[in-house]
């Protein structure tokens, strides 16, 4: 059997690893992956279309209800939106604040030496080179969490380019995966645009240290991901569509989320339905231990059990 499944592209890698050491323990049974973004995911789920999608935003309210179709949003794993940017010759570690980095991407600060940024920085040689501005495509999830995070530290970024998929940038070059913005990062000297915190890693670019709600600026890395989704965690709704991003806590990484897995509570037929099931029952258990191999943070133990459980109910 093949199922197919269609999602983000930021857990691309993941994803295809887990399907590759799945079918390995499963032979019967092959997932085919689409990397089509979590909107166009979203919308295929609720239109019947495929086995199972994924996606790093919520599915909106509006097309959950337009649709009366009941579909499961399951936290995957954890990840990091990651600000990332092309500095020459320039040493140092980058920090930010939500609010210059919602200037930035709303074309307010053009220049590397504007001195909302040397005040931040002064131990940095900041040049006066242009910025360019670097961002998504629309219905991408990368989006979502960025302007989810954006919009709850500037009132700017809410009222201009608001929290959504497919934000109203009003500056900046747009790319359709992320593999291409920062491939176009890397020889683009002033550039500044996000990713997810894996392909950074593993594409050598250099990531901005962000200030978090506790007032400390906090590096992206697993640990301060996983730490977002801890102290947030009294406060999960059973349905998982909660928001991680500006966590409290000194050590939460403040542009951190689920990616989330868009599951059809009752398969139209039977047999692909226990297909996705047993997939899914993989996925939190040996699944977790391949994710956290690979780097990324993993679902808190408490969020775990419920995630599973709830999987669990897919027929």
Known sequence: MVLVQTGSSMP???????????????????????????AESA???????????????????????AANKSVLELPAVLIGIVAIYELPGIK?????????????????IKTWNDSALTRLNPDMNLPALPIRVFHRTDGKGSNYILSDYLCKVSPEFLAIAGRSESPKWPAGQSFQRSQELVNQLHSTPGAIGYTELNLAVNSGVRMASIKNAAGEFVKPSSQSIAAAASAGGGKKNEDFRVSLTNAPGKESYPISSFTWLYVPAVAPDPERGRAVAAYLKWVYTSGQKIAQEQGYATLPADVLAKVAAKASTVH
């Open 92 to 108: 140092g570690e980058l920090k930010l604040t939500g609010p210059v980095l919602a200037d930035i991407f709303l074309g307010r």
């Open 12 to 38: 691309e890698p993941l994803y295809k690893g887990w399907i590759d050491a799945y079918h390995k323990e499963a032979a019967s049974t092959q997932v085919r992956y689409m990397p089509v973004g979590s």
């Open 43 to 65: 919308r295929n789920i609720l239109a019947g279309s495929g086995d199972l999608g994924g996606g790093d935003a919520p599915i909106p309210e509006t097309q959950l209800h």
